[in-house]
């Protein structure tokens, strides 16, 4: 089965720790990142969709996609 996640969060260290701890668990990175600001916090937030094949299982929605 093929799996995807969209992994989010603020323009800090602690995203870039997210995407790495994904991609040292066998995700690839899929299509570019995409920022945003938010005008009324006064913040920058990141966003980066990620996809893995896994073999000899079939998909159903209650797995944990982190988990896999």
């Known amino acids: 089965m093929k799996l995807y996640r969209f992994l989010t969060g603020p323009d800090e260290s602690s995203f870039c720790h997210r995407v790495t701890d994904a991609l040292n668990k066998g995700w690839e990175l899929h299509g570019s990142p995409s920022l945003t600001f938010d005008p009324n916090l006064g913040k920058t937030y990141c966003g980066q969709a990620v996809v893995k094949e896994v073999e000899g299982k079939e998909y ?4 944990k996609l982190g988990e896999q």
Do not use: A, E, T
């Open 60 to 63: 159903d929605p209650s797995i």
